[in-house]
């Protein structure tokens, strides 16, 4: 069985302060995508991220961060300096890359709320 | 690149009355369309992965006479609810996978669907 859990169901910080959103996830499959999604008040959902299981890398871009332990199975997501505009629901999904037919497990989402 | 657009982006309707949604991969062909829904505060939830060409495959518990789906060409996916009530009201989002890139997954800007 596949899935994702976010148990932060919402968080708030005041601008310019670190935040760590957490994604555990659970597959049997070796070989499997890992995704981050924004999806802001408007609704449309905004691509941060695809990790591949073989790449442990941990990736910055700009104030975004991920952090991919495969031993713990967690995809962690760090923004550095919060601004205001970062105020949005955060998903962590997966996908198995050979089966499921390309079907995304999405977490629960994480609302965070970044105050000036 | 790599566009999903949805019609209409929102629509209200009468209880009992029927809505199409269309979902269009603007510049790619996707073999593979996803139709989610979600609601307020909640996760995206799965409803049918539609195969250009073939019958969708729905997902447990989701209605398939209540919710046709067709997907006529390879840029084209509508999904239509049928016999609409007040418990439809919901977010529904779309996803086409690119049929050059498996795991490439994109989403359209959803339709917000509210029945009176």
């Known amino acids: 069985a596949q899935k994702v859990t976010q148990a932060q169901t919402e968080i708030s910080v005041v601008e310019k302060e670190d935040v760590t959103l957490d994604c555990v996830y659970e597959?049997?499959?070796?070989?499997?995508?890992l995704f981050w999604y924004k999806q802001p008040p408007s609704g449309e959902l905004v691509f941060l991220i695809r990790?591949?299981?073989?790449?442990?890398q941990n990736e910055i871009s700009g104030r975004y961060s991920w952090n991919f332990q495969k031993s713990t199975s967690s995809f962690n997501f760090t923004i550095t300096a919060s601004q205001v505009v970062d105020s949005a629901v955060y998903f962590c999904?997966?996908?198995?890359?050979?089966?499921?037919?390309?079907?995304?497990?999405f977490g629960q989402g994480t609302e965070l709320s970044v105050k000036p | 690149g790599a566009v999903v657009s949805q019609h209409p982006s929102w629509v209200i309707c009468k209880s009992g009355t029927s809505v199409k949604i269309e979902c269009r991969s603007l510049?790619?062909?996707?073999?593979?369309m996803f139709w989610y829904r979600q609601f307020p505060k909640q996760s995206l939830m799965l409803m049918a992965t539609?195969?250009?060409?073939?019958?969708?495959?729905?997902e447990q518990g989701v209605e398939k006479d209540k919710f046709l789906i067709n997907h006529a060409s390879l840029t084209l996916s509508t999904l239509t609810v049928t016999s609409a009530h007040p418990e439809d009201s919901s977010f529904y989002i779309c996803?086409?996978?690119?049929?050059?890139?498996?795991?490439?997954?994109?989403f359209g800007p959803g339709t917000r669907l509210t029945v009176t």
């Open positions: 539609s195969n250009e060409g073939s019958k969708a495959t729905y």
């Open positions: 999904a997966l996908t198995p890359i050979y089966n499921q037919g390309g079907k995304l497990i």
């Open positions: 996803s086409a996978r690119d049929k050059g890139f498996s795991y490439e997954q994109y």
């Open positions: 597959t049997r499959d070796t070989t499997y995508y």
């Open positions: 990790r591949n299981s073989f790449d442990e």
């Open positions: 510049d790619f062909q996707a073999t593979t």
